[in-house]
């Protein structure tokens, strides 16, 4: 079983900026970033696979930023230009078996959640 412990949320104004930290307590595979903003579904945000390979939906594209530090088993997302909209509980996500690009997009990739972390882009 691994855990994931998120960090970094808060209340940011629009244009600015937020990290966020996750620190897995085991090696995986495949990791990713997912957010559920109240009466939508949850989405995903980023994901980054064993070779490194990223992928953004296009409403993130170009202002998040995914990055694992494998050394110490965490993942960071960060976040610039931080937009209204961008606000959600902000969930890590990770598994033990290798995933593709498209792949880790999908929750159902996923067997271990964080607890999230909420992200409040606000005036």
């Known amino acids: 079983e691994v855990q994931l412990v998120e960090s970094g949320g808060g209340l940011v104004q629009p244009g600015g900026s937020l990290r966020l930290s996750c620190a897995a307590s085991?090696?995986?595979?495949?990791m990713g970033w997912f957010r559920q903003a109240p009466g939508k579904e949850r989405e995903g945000v980023a994901s980054?696979?064993?070779?490194?390979?990223?992928t953004y939906p296009d409403s993130v594209k170009g202002r998040f930023t995914i990055s694992k530090d494998n050394a110490k088993n965490t993942l960071y997302l960060q976040m610039n230009s931080l937009k209204p909209e961008d606000t959600a509980v902000y969930y890590c996500?990770?598994?033990?078996?290798?995933?593709?690009?498209?792949?880790?997009?999908?929750?159902?990739?996923?067997?271990?959640w964080g607890q999230g972390t909420q992200v409040t882009v606000s005036s």
């Open positions: 996500a990770a598994a033990p078996w290798p995933c593709t690009v498209v792949g880790g997009g999908r929750a159902s990739t996923y067997n271990y």
């Open positions: 085991g090696y995986t595979k495949c």
């Open positions: 980054i696979n064993m070779v490194g390979s990223s």
